[in-house]
């Protein structure tokens, strides 16, 4: 239902704040991932057996209080997972007896960050066929970053100070949507893809009216 509304709001995008446009950009991105995992679970019950679980992929991130909540708990639960197996957990035990446990746990968390984006980096390749501009990889090290020194200020503080749940929501989701909007999309809206993916929502939403 919310990506029939956003594909509809698409028809009033060249009268729309550019802000606006860049909302409804991430929330058709969210809304499809959610879609595509949910149609992925269905297609594994039916070939497996409705007795097969698999883990949901999404967990609500919009109610992410952190970056840490956000990537470790709530966004991609899978890749999150493969990622602080192969990566995180392999640096962090190996440089927590040089750096001790905070710097080392930074560390890893920062070249989780860093690979993340090279693979990101290299999806997107095969998906435009452009050269690499780095921008999606820039966005995971300035995530990397925030979510490094995210840690060492609750290292800091111990508890004694805490933003409100509300509060530090809000700061959460106004971040990731600069963000993904300054970098994360910057090569594909420069290379034509919104206009592609609007295209094609276009079409599968005339589908599913007529039918």
């Not at 070939?47 to 949901?56: K, R, S, W, Y």
């Not at 929501?169 to 592609?196: E, S, Y």
């Amino acid at each position: 239902m919310i990506l029939i509304v956003i594909v509809h709001a698409y028809q009033y995008k060249d009268n729309l704040h550019w802000t606006v446009v860049r909302v409804l950009y991430i929330s058709h991105m969210y809304n499809a991932f959610e879609l595509g995992f949910a149609l992925s679970a269905l297609m594994v019950n039916v070939f497996l057996g409705f007795d097969f679980q698999i883990e949901p992929q999404l967990n609500e991130p919009c109610l992410a209080t952190s970056l840490q909540d956000f990537w470790g708990r709530r966004w991609n639960i899978v890749s999150s997972s493969i990622l602080r197996d192969t990566v995180y957990n392999p640096v962090r035990m190996m440089w927590m007896p040089t750096l001790g446990r905070l710097r080392g746990q930074m560390l890893a968390t920062f070249v989780t960050f860093v690979v993340s984006g090279l693979m990101h980096e290299l999806m997107f390749y095969y998906v435009m066929r452009v050269r690499p501009t780095w921008e999606v990889t820039w966005f995971f090290v300035l995530h990397g970053l925030c979510t490094a020194t995210e840690m060492a200020v609750k290292d800091a503080v111990k508890g004694r100070f805490q933003l409100h749940r509300m509060v530090s929501g809000l700061l959460t989701l106004v971040f990731m949507f600069v963000t993904a909007g300054w970098l994360f999309l910057a090569q594909p809206l420069r290379n034509g893809m919104d206009i592609k993916v609007i295209n094609e929502s276009s079409i599968l939403l005339k589908i599913f009216k007529s039918n």
